[in-house]
C-alpha cells in the first residue's frame, strides 16, 4: 500500500498556535486562569474578518449562544420555578432557586444572582427555525465558501442538546436543516458524468472512456453476484457456500 508523504497532510492553520502565550512568573490561581481565558478568547475573536454579517454581529472565530429550554407540561404542573431571566438579546440572570435560598448563609446569598453574556441568547419560546437562522446559517454559508467550522452542543443531561442538533420528526433541529441547506445549494453542480474514481479517502482518479467502460462491466457483474448470494441466503442457509460465492 501506498504511504502518505508528509506533503499530503494537510496543514490546518490554527489561530491558538500563532498567538503568543505571556510568561508566567508567579503562582497560577484560578483568576490568573479566567483572565487568560478571556484575553485569548478576545483576541481570537477580534482577528476575524467582521464584514458582510448578518445574524450574529459582531462575529468571531468563537460564537457561544445560549438556548434555554421551556419547562414541560409537567414541570409547570409541579410549579417549577425559573431561574434564568432574560435580560437582552444577549445576557441573563441566573438567580438560585428559591427552595435553596433557606440553606445559604448571609456571605453566599450576596452570590446566588450572577449575570452572564453570550453571543445571542435564545429564549425558551425560540423556535428550531429561529434558532437555526440566528446561529448556524451563517456558519454554513461561510462553509460553502471553504472556510472550515465546527458547530457543537454542550449542556447538562436533559438540557436539549439533542433536541437543538436533530430535532423531532415534525420540528427539525440544526443538523437536518443545515445538511437541507447543504443539499440545496450545492444539487446544481452536481457532476453527473461517472468517469471519477475514488481511491484512498481523498483522492479521485479521471477514468479514461476505456476504463469507464471496465468499471461499468465490473459493477454489473458484483451487481448480478450479490444478487446470486441474496437469493441463495433466502434458500440455503449454509454461510460456506455464501462465502465461496462472494469470492468467486
Ligand atoms: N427547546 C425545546 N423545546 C421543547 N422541548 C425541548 C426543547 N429542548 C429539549 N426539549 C425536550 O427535553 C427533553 C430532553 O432533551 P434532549 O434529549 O435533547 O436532551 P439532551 O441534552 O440531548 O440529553 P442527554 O445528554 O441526556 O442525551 C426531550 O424530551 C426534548 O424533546
Known sequence: MEQNSDEDKLSRPSYVDCMELPERTEAV?????????????????????????????????????LRIKPFTARERANGSQGCVSLEDSTSIILKSPKSSLGRMSDKTLGQTTQKFTFSRVFGPEATQEEFFEGTVKQPVKEFLEGCNCLVFTYG??????????QGTEDD????????????????????????????RWRDYVKLTNDKVREEIALKNSLLRLTKEVDHHNSTNDNPQLILRYVLY
Not at 29 to 51: C, G, H, P, Q, W
Not at 156 to 165: D, E, L, M, P, S
Open 29 to 65: 490561581n484560578v483568576e490568573d486562569i479566567k483572565t487568560d481565558l478571556s484575553d485569548e478568547f478576545r483576541s481570537a475573536s477580534s482577528s476575524s474578518d467582521t464584514s458582510g454579517r448578518s445574524s450574529l454581529e459582531p462575529r468571531g472565530h468563537i460564537q457561544v449562544c
Open 156 to 165: 447538562v443531561t436533559n438540557a436539549g442538546k439533542t433536541y437543538t442538533f
Open 172 to 199: 427539525v433541529g440544526i443538523l437536518p436543516r443545515t445538511m437541507d441547506m447543504l443539499f440545496k445549494t450545492v444539487g446544481g453542480r452536481l457532476y453527473t458524468k461517472m468517469d471519477l474514481k475514488p481511491i
